[in-house]
C-alpha cells in the first residue's frame, strides 16, 4: 500500500471533494429508495433499480418548475449545458417522465412539463429526500446536521448566479 504524500493531502480532504463525495452518496440514496417505492411506477423502478436512472436525472427532478420550464432555463438551473440537458430531457420524455409542449408566451418556443407519470416520480423524490435527510440526521447527530445545513445554506446563498 502507498503511502499518500503528506504535501498532495489537500486534493483529498478539501471541502469541494468532500461535498461531491456527500452529494454523490446522497443522490445514491434517494435513488436506492425511489427504486423501492411502491408508488413509483413499475418500469421507472426497475430503471432506478438497474442503476439506468443515474443522478444526472436527478437534474431535471430538482430543477424542472412545476408549471414547466424552457430548456435553456432548465439546463442554467441545473448547471449543464443546453445539449447535454436536452438529451437528459429525451431519455426523460421516452421514459414517460416528461413532455414538450408549446409554450404559451412563445408560439415558437417550446416548454419540458412533467406528465402525471412524472409528477409520480417527482412526489416519490420528495418522500426519498425527506427519508435520506432524516437517515443524515440520525447518523451525523440533529446539531452537526443544522449546522452543516445553515453552512451550505449560507455557502450557496449567491447560488445560481442571476
Known sequence: ???????????????????????????????????RNVEVPLALSNLAARAQVTAAHIHITRHLALEGSRLTELAARAGMSKQAMGDLVDQCEAWGLVKREADDRDKRARRVVFTDTGLAWLKAFEQAVAQADREFRAE???????????????????????
Open 1 to 35: 500500500m502507498t503511502v499518500p504524500d503528506p504535501q498532495d493531502a489537500w486534493r483529498q480532504t478539501h471541502l469541494g471533494r468532500l461535498l461531491g463525495h456527500a452529494l454523490r452518496r446522497f443522490d445514491e440514496r434517494v435513488l436506492a429508495l425511489m427504486a
Open 140 to 162: 451525523v447527530g440533529a446539531e452537526v446536521a443544522t449546522v452543516v445545513a445553515l453552512g451550505l445554506e449560507a455557502y450557496a446563498g449567491g447560488w445560481p448566479p442571476a
